[in-house]
T-cell receptor, first 114, second 114 residues
């Protein structure tokens, strides 16, 4: 079964606008972590933001915030004030306590339009 | 710290040849992961180690693939014999303990098998 689902293969956003990238996850563990990574065209994987399953507040890191809805098992990434440099692939990932490994989604390709 | 180091960055070889990819994790990290990324299959976990011990190798495609971690600062992924369908970007990543800690990715090795 898919542990991480990203249903948007591609997204477009106007520069300076906000965009939400969807991510849903599947786990029965009470303790888990959710992560977002950015992969620009250069290929490296860049960690953006983390949300713990017990965290009461949504994580924020600069222009990135994570809209964590535990009951719905969703962990959407919100990028505010999009910049051209935000154009990249974005991967949602989860780490639970069962396998100790990371599960990645298939990614969303974001294009920021000037 | 220099981050996760992978070598070579690019490898072009002919079908049937042996290929060895190398990884040096971040010092002190006790988890090491090998991933393969292709357009068709996305990011796939091949194998991961904890304290130099392979924990889950269920993602290794077939017997042609093998991975070792002889010590805490070095791991290899070997393909013998290589085939054109092995062409991909291979990432190594490392992390500290379990939940709450992100993976740090290396720059990847782009493998082309002719």
């Amino acid at each position: 079964a898919q542990k991480i689902t990203q249903t948007q293969p591609g997204m477009f956003v106007q520069e300076k606008e906000a965009v939400t990238l969807d991510c849903t996850y599947d786990t029965s563990d009470p303790s888990y972590g959710l992560f977002w990574y950015k992969q620009p065209s250069s290929g490296e994987m860049i960690f953006l933001i983390y949300q713990g399953s017990y965290d009461q507040q949504n994580a924020t890191e600069g222009r990135y915030s994570l809209n964590f809805q535990k009951a719905r098992k969703s962990a959407n990434l919100v990028i505010s004030a999009s910049q051209l440099g935000d154009s990249a692939m974005y991967f949602c990932a989860m780490r639970d306590d069962t396998g100790n490994q990371f599960y990645f989604g298939t990614g969303t390709s974001l294009t920021v339009i000037p | 710290d220099a981050g996760v180091i992978q070598s070579p960055r690019h490898e072009v070889t002919e079908m049937g040849q042996e290929v060895t990819l190398r990884c040096k994790p971040i010092s002190g990290h006790d988890y090491l992961f090998w991933y393969r990324q292709t357009m068709m299959r996305g990011l796939e976990l091949l194998i991961y180690f904890n304290n130099n011990v392979p924990i889950d190798d269920s993602g290794m495609p077939e017997d042609r693939f093998s991975a070792k971690m002889p010590n805490a600062s070095f791991s290899t992924l070997k393909i013998q014999p290589s085939e054109p369908r092995d062409s991909a970007v291979y990432f190594c990543a490392s992390s500290l303990r379990l939940a709450g800690v992100e993976q740090f990715f290396g720059p990847g090795t782009r493998l082309t098998v002719l």
